[in-house]
């Protein structure tokens, strides 16, 4: 029989969880709950049996504050679903892949969340014709256009990870799954890029694959089928996405897009969209923990992205601009993050005021160092 020593199993444990939880305790509760839960059972009987040994009462205090430590770990999922519609080969710049492709790689790696857990619509899907446009030669011009097919691995494991099409029927069978699968424990967040369109006013809309269309209105009737959540948060990076806030207030969600209902969004040809680039950046690696807790709320998040996004922040000029939009009618968007919650969250059951941050803009257009995303 083996010599125990706690202390020493306590050292792994932590070391464990400064290696696999990265940024937030709902990934520390989920995601090791039952590890933590063995190897405090194995803590827990073999400190019993060394105090009774060697009446080191010390140990006491050590099997007590795991107790303590068993008492708030629950078993709540993060949940998301991320969109690239790509329109068609021509105008799915690589672009739209560098970002979902980033976003999933942080999801998974900075997050915790299951692989199963994340649900990818990419343009074609896991259909191998070409699907994007990898365009070059930028200086001078002309751009040369050239095509390929979105690998499906995005963070290069040797495993597929796109699920889907971004199809509306796609769509449809990916909410209507969320909504057998989430439980009231269970967080969602919703991240699109592409295209976007404008039916006038606030009535706006995302371009899917093969040049097909779905609406705000006809979005949130599928998001809606989701009636089970702790919270939703929502990121559209696509042109007048602030549209899609209207349709989507409800509680318990936060919402946030790059550019109002009336103007476009912009993105670095071959490179990235901006607001995109700076949401990650605030959300991966604590870059936007502004008040060092240790977590990315979305407030904190939203906050960055309006600091840092080129179009936004001052760096181009008209028509070079887009005004990020936020909207937290529930108050917790300084509570949530991508994965759990803070211990000043409290869930509220009817949505509250409507909150539009960010002035209103017409839409311009133009091309220079960038191009206009449709
Ligand atoms: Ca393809
Ligand atoms: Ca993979
Ligand atoms: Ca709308
Ligand atoms: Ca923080």
Known sequence: ????????????????????????????????????????GVIYKKALKTMK????????????????????ISQAAPYAVLINGGYDTYNNNIAFYNDLSTIYGTLITDYGYLEDNVYVLNSDGLNSANDRNTV????????????????????GNGSNDVDYAATKGDIQTVFSTLATQMTSQDSLFV??????????????????????????AAFAVEVNKITNYAYEIFSF????????????????????????????????????CEYNYEFNNAVSGLGGDVNGDGYVSMLEAYNYVLLNDDFANGT??????????????????DMVTLNGTLDTFDPIPEPGTMILIGSLAAGLFGAAAVRKRQ
């Not at 509680?251 to 490179?271: D, G, K, T």
């Open 1 to 40: 029989m083996c010599e125990v020593k706690p202390r020493t199993v306590l050292h792994k444990i932590f070391q464990q969880k400064d290696k696999l939880i990265p940024l937030t305790r709902e990934a520390f509760d989920g995601k090791l709950s039952s590890e933590i839960l063995f190897l405090y």
């Open 53 to 72: 040994r060697v009446k080191n009462l010390l140990l006491l205090p050590i099997a007590v504050g795991f107790v303590f430590i068993m008492t708030g």
């Open 136 to 155: 070059t030669n930028f200086h001078p011009p002309p751009w040369i256009y050239s095509y390929d097919s979105s690998p499906f691995d995005l963070d």
């Open 191 to 216: 991240w699109t890029t592409d295209h976007g369109g404008s039916q006038g006013g606030t009535d706006t809309g995302l371009w899917l694959w093969e040049s097909s269309y779905i609406t705000d």
């Open 237 to 272: 990076q696509q042109c007048y996405g602030g549209g899609f806030i209207d349709n989507l207030t409800g509680s318990n969600r936060v919402l946030m897009s790059a550019a109002s209902a009336y103007e476009s969004a912009w993105f670095y040809v071959n490179e990235y």
């Open 316 to 333: 181009y000029a008209s028509p070079y601009i887009e005004h990020p939009q936020y909207w937290d009618g529930s108050g917790i968007g």
